[in-house]
C-alpha cells in the first residue's frame, strides 16, 4: 500500500509517548483523536503572538485573530460541501450544537402529540436531547430499533414514517458499534415523510468525506476533536432557511445587531447563534487540522484506515471467548467487543498496564448496548495513524490479560 502510515505517525507527538513505561498503542479514537504538531502549533502560536478578541476590535491584533478564527468556517464549509458558510454555526461539539436545535428548533415546532424518530442506536447526546424536549411539549419519542446484528430495523423504519414522523435524529456512524447505518437510503424517505432530518456526524467527519449537498440532512453536527482538532469546538451545519428561521438561542454579546434596556434586535447568521466570546484559540486549531487534513492524501489515508479496520475484526475473531458486539458489514472507526467471563473494565485495566488504551463501558450509547443484551463492551477505536502493529499489540495485549484473568 502506497500509503505511508509511519510518517503520519511521527506528524503526532504523542505517538511516540510511553504510557506505565510501555509504546503507548493509542485504541481510544472514538474518544477522542490525537492531534498533529500543526495543530498544537497553531494554538501555541495564537497564544502567543496573536492574542485579542475577535469581530470586536479595530487594533491590529483583533483583526489577526478574527481573520484566523473565520477562515476556519471557510475550511469547515468546504469540508462539509456547505453552500455558505453563514450555514456554519460554532459550538463546543456535538453535545451542544444537538441541544441548540432542540432547543430553538425543538421549543418553537414541536407540538403535543408529534412524533420524534430517534434510533436505538444513537449516543446520549442524540437522544437525551430529544427526550428532554419530548417531556417538555408532550410530543411522541419514537424508537427506531437494533436488531442483533447491529444495523437499524428498516422495516419499522418505514412503518413508524408511515404514522407520522416531525423528526428524525440519526446518527451517521454509531461510536458504540461502528455500523454505518444507510442515510442515503433513509433520509429521502424521512423527507417524504415531512420530517426535519437532525444528522450526527461525530463519528463520521473523521472517517470518510461528508457531502452535505448531497446528503438532504437539514442539520448536520459534529466535534472538532474526534477530527484531528482541538476540544472545546465542534459545528452545527444547517440549511440557511431553516438556521435564519430559528429564535435565538443565548443572549448576550455578538448576537445582537441594536440593544436598548428594554428590548434588542438580532445579529444575522452566523453570530445570531454564537453569543458571547467564542473559543478562539480552538477555533483556530480547528482550523489548522482542515489544512492537515487537506494537506494529507485523505483518501488513501482513509483506505488505510479502513483496511486496519477489517484486519482488526478478523484477528480479533480468532481469540477464543470472543464476541463482537455489533457486526454489520458496513462499519467503521469502533469495534466493540465482549470476552465470556471476563469484566470489560479488567481487560481495560490489564491493557492500559500494557501501554494500549481502549473504552470500555456502556461508551454513553446505553439503551444501544441494552438492545445487543450487554450492560458494558470493551471498544478499539481507530484513526488514520493506526497501522497494523497496533492490532497485533491489541491481540497480544488481550492474551496476556486472558492467561491473567483465567
Ligand atoms: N455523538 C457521537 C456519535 C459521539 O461519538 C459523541 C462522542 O463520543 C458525541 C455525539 C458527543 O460528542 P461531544 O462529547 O464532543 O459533544
Not at 438561542?249 to 428594554?262: A, L
Request: proline residues 4%.
Amino acid at each position: 500500500m502506497s500509503f505511508d502510515v509511519q510518517a503520519l505517525r511521527a506528524e503526532f507527538p504523542i505517538l511516540s509517548d510511553q504510557v506505565h513505561g510501555k509504546p503507548l498503542v493509542y485504541l481510544d479514537t472514538g474518544a477522542s483523536s490525537q492531534k498533529p504538531e500543526c495543530v498544537i502549533e497553531a494554538m501555541s502560536q495564537y497564544y502567543r503572538h496573536q492574542h485579542a478578541n475577535v469581530h470586536r476590535g479595530i487594533h491590529q491584533l483583533s483583526q489577526t485573530a478574527t481573520d484566523a478564527y473565520e477562515a476556519t468556517r471557510d475550511k469547515v464549509a468546504q469540508w462539509i460541501g456547505a453552500n455558505r458558510r453563514e450555514e456554519v454555526i460554532f459550538t463546543r461539539g456535538t453535545t451542544e450544537s444537538i441541544n441548540l436545535i432542540a432547543q430553538t428548533w425543538g421549543r418553537t415546532q414541536v407540538r403535543a402529540g408529534d412524533r420524534l424518530l430517534v434510533s436505538e442506536l444513537e449516543h446520549h447526546a442524540n437522544l437525551v436531547p430529544w427526550q428532554m424536549l419530548a417531556q417538555s411539549t408532550g410530543a411522541e419519542l419514537v424508537k427506531i430499533p437494533l436488531l442483533p446484528d447491529g444495523t437499524l430495523d428498516l422495516n419499522v423504519y418505514e412503518a413508524e414514517l408511515a404514522r407520522g414522523a416531525k423528526l428524525l435524529a440519526i446518527t451517521e456512524v454509531s461510536n458504540a458499534l461502528g455500523t454505518i447505518l444507510p442515510l442515503a437510503d433513509m433520509i429521502p424517505k424521512a423527507k417524504a415523510a415531512g420530517a426535519v432530518v437532525v444528522v450526527d456526524g461525530a463519528q463520521a467527519v473523521p472517517h470518510h468525506r461528508v457531502n452535505l449537498a448531497e446528503m438532504g440532512a437539514d442539520f448536520y453536527v459534529f466535534s472538532g476533536h474526534k477530527m484531528y482538532g482541538p476540544t472545546g469546538i465542534g459545528v452545527l451545519w444547517g440549511r440557511f432557511d431553516l438556521l435564519d428561521s430559528l429564535p435565538p438561542w443565548q443572549g448576550g454579546g455578538d448576537m445582537i445587531e441594536h440593544v436598548t434596556f428594554e428590548a434588542s434586535t438580532y445579529n444575522t447568521l452566523p453570530y445570531r447563534l454564537e453569543a458571547g466570546t467564542p473559543a478562539i484559540a480552538e477555533g483556530i486549531g480547528l482550523g489548522a487540522a482542515l489544512d492537515w487534513l487537506n494537506s494529507i492524501d485523505f483518501d488513501a489515508a482513509v483506505a488505510h484506515e479502513h483496511e486496519v479496520f477489517d484486519y482488526a475484526r478478523q484477528q480479533l475473531k480468532q481469540i477464543p471467548g470472543l464476541r463482537l458486539i455489533g457486526e454489520a458489514d458496513e462499519a467503521a472507526g469502533a469495534i466493540s467487543f465482549a470476552i465470556e467471563g471476563m469484566a470489560a473494565s479488567d481487560l481495560g485495566t490489564l491493557l492500559d498496564h500494557q501501554g494500549i488504551a481502549v473504552r470500555t463501558g456502556h461508551h454513553c450509547a446505553m439503551p444501544a448496548l441494552q438492545a445487543m443484551g450487554v450492560n458494558g463492551t470493551t471498544r478499539a477505536s481507530f484513526g488514520l495513524y493506526n497501522s497494523r502493529d497496533d492490532v497485533d499489540a491489541l491481540i497480544r495485549g488481550l492474551n496476556v490479560a486472558r492467561d491473567i484473568l483465567a
